[in-house]
């Protein structure tokens, strides 16, 4: 199951630095969301995967079968400032879109003087 989780992560982040280096806007966006998901999906396997308990202890388990809560305290977080840096990303193209009229940035080669 491991393998195949990195093989996605992998995946994840050809396909963001793929858009990010395309000339849309919207496409820029799509990129930063898979590569941070796929950074997310990295932190979280990097802890390993225990099937089973989830990371409370009690009297009867040993501390060995349980889940690393720290690789998912840091995941849920990093979920949050990946939303904030995309809806800032989205409120950018927003406004870039309303002063420029365009999307695309080969368009932008002239500049005013």
């Known amino acids: 199951m491991e393998i195949l989780l990195a093989i996605l992560t992998g995946i994840l982040y050809t396909t963001g630095v793929y858009l990010v280096l395309r ?50 305290a840091l995941v849920l977080t990093a979920i949050v400032i990946g939303f904030g840096i995309v809806v800032f990303t989205l409120a950018l193209k927003y406004k870039f879109f309303n002063t420029t009229g365009t999307d695309d940035l080969d368009q932008l080669k002239q500049t005013d003087n």
Not at 34 to 49: C, D, E, M, Q, R
């Open 23 to 72: 000339r849309s806007i919207l496409k820029f966006i799509i990129g930063i969301i898979f590569l941070s998901n796929a950074t997310n999906l990295l932190v979280f396997l990097s802890a390993g995967l225990v099937q089973g308990s989830p990371a409370f202890i009690t009297a009867d388990t040993s501390p060995q079968l349980q889940a690393d809560p720290i690789p998912q």
